[in-house]
């Protein structure tokens, strides 16, 4: 499996992942940690020191301050690396193979487990400039706008690991979370296609398929107590099986908070808006909110 990642990762070695996780561990404290304490932290001799900065500023990982003459933080990438070293150890990931979702907030890598199970690895880029949607960060994030991006990216994957937990324990259909760390999150890999890009004919029986769609929007409501809210035919997966899988959900609400009604509401307007629009199925968005918010027994 070759990929950009896994291609610079393998080429780090233990000095220059010291300085990563040293600039890490200051960036709470300074924006741009300034290189003497950096060196003091990463505890290598000067000369090792050196030669594993100016590889690091090479492989572009590094970003020097433009105001502060001698501070260098991390890039996203590094982070990445972080987390994947991190993952690689405590034995979730064996490999990390080429990217596949290029969504909007995230970057998607397929990995492999230590026993050969297929997986994909998330990492979230919520809240960095390079990527414009802040829509969605801003649901769940207004209180901490002004954390450092280190903290709210790992807040996210931590997020968005708990939410699938919840819901995977509880039956819906969705990818089994398997492992999170710092800003990416470890999924069972789901061998199928968007449902945005099914074919006509590539649904045998579309009221079933839309039918377990709405019983893991009705477990998240009623039993988990949660809103997807960024739901549409764009993050759900139908694998090759045929069953439909919700997948991202880091924006998600409580069902208590007082944008959840709107939002479960525009959710199932718009899976209906697909079905029917694409399989002529002629349904009632609003009697389909009542099933999911009625007194049923949540699938
Ligand atoms: N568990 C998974 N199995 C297979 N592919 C996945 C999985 N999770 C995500 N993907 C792929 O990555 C893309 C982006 O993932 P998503 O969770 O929707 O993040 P984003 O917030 O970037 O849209 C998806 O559209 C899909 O192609
Ligand atoms: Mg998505």
Do not use: C
């Given at each position: 499996?070759?990929?950009?990642?896994?291609?610079?990762?393998?080429?780090?070695?233990?000095?220059?992942?010291?300085?990563?996780?040293?600039?890490?561990?200051?960036?709470?404290?300074?924006?741009?940690?300034?290189?003497?304490?950096?060196?003091?932290?990463?505890?290598?001799?000067?000369?090792?020191?050196?030669?594993?900065?100016?590889?690091?500023?090479?492989?572009?990982?590094?970003?020097?301050?433009?105001?502060?003459?001698?501070?260098?933080?991390?890039?996203?990438?590094?982070?990445?690396?972080?987390?994947?070293r991190?993952?690689?150890?405590?034995?979730?990931?064996?490999?990390?193979?080429?990217?596949?979702?290029?969504?909007?907030?995230?970057?998607v890598?397929?990995a492999?487990s230590?026993?050969?199970?297929?997986?994909?690895?998330?990492?979230?880029r919520?809240g960095?400039r390079?990527?414009?949607?802040?829509?969605?960060?801003?649901?769940?994030?207004?209180?901490?706008?002004?954390?450092?991006?280190?903290?709210?990216?790992?807040?996210?994957?931590?997020?968005?690991?708990?939410?699938?937990?919840?819901?995977?324990?509880?039956?819906?259909?969705?990818?089994?979370?398997?492992?999170?760390?710092?800003?990416?999150?470890?999924?069972?890999?789901?061998?199928?296609?968007?449902?945005?890009?099914?074919?006509?004919?590539?649904?045998?029986?579309?009221?079933?398929?839309?039918?377990?769609?709405?019983?893991?929007?009705?477990?998240?409501?009623?039993?988990?107590g949660?809103?997807?809210?960024?739901?549409?035919?764009?993050?759900?997966?139908?694998?090759?099986?045929?069953?439909?899988?919700?997948?991202?959900?880091?924006?998600?609400?409580?069902?208590?908070?007082?944008?959840?009604?709107?939002?479960?509401?525009?959710?199932?307007?718009y899976?209906?808006?697909?079905?029917?629009?694409?399989?002529?199925?002629?349904l009632?968005?609003?009697?389909?909110?009542?099933?999911?918010?009625?007194?049923?027994?949540?699938?």
């Amino acid at each position: 499996m070759v990929s950009q990642l896994a291609d610079i990762y393998s080429k780090m070695d233990n000095d220059m992942f010291r300085i990563l996780r040293a600039i890490e561990s200051l960036l709470p404290k300074y924006e741009y940690p300034p290189l003497d304490i950096v060196e003091r932290r990463a505890r290598l001799p000067p000369g090792r020191f050196k030669r594993a900065l100016e590889k690091l500023v090479e492989m572009k990982l590094l970003r020097k301050s433009k105001h502060q003459l001698m501070g260098y933080t991390l890039t996203f990438q590094a982070l990445d690396l972080l987390a994947l070293r991190t993952l690689v150890a405590r034995g979730t990931i064996s490999e990390i193979g080429g990217k596949i979702g290029v969504g909007k907030e995230s970057e998607v890598y397929k990995a492999l487990s230590p026993t050969g199970m297929k997986l994909i690895v998330k990492f979230h880029r919520e809240g960095t400039r390079s990527f414009k949607s802040l829509r969605k960060t801003r649901l769940y994030m207004a209180d901490s706008t002004r954390k450092h991006w280190l903290i709210k990216a790992k807040l996210i994957g931590e997020r968005e690991y708990k939410a699938l937990d919840t819901l995977y324990n509880l039956g819906a259909l969705v990818p089994k979370p398997i492992d999170w760390n710092r800003h990416a999150v470890v999924q069972e890999y789901i061998e199928g296609i968007e449902l945005y890009i099914i074919p006509d004919n590539g649904l045998p029986n579309p009221s079933d398929v839309l039918d377990k769609i709405i019983a893991t929007i009705e477990i998240a409501y009623k039993k988990a107590g949660i809103v997807h809210g960024d739901l549409s035919e764009y993050n759900i997966l139908v694998s090759t099986s045929g069953d439909p899988y919700i997948i991202d959900w880091p924006q998600y609400v409580y069902r208590d908070d007082p944008i959840a009604e709107d939002l479960l509401e525009r959710d199932v307007y718009y899976i209906i808006r697909f079905f029917n629009k694409k399989f002529r199925l002629g349904l009632d968005p609003r009697s389909i909110l009542e099933r999911v918010k009625g007194s049923g027994d949540g699938g």
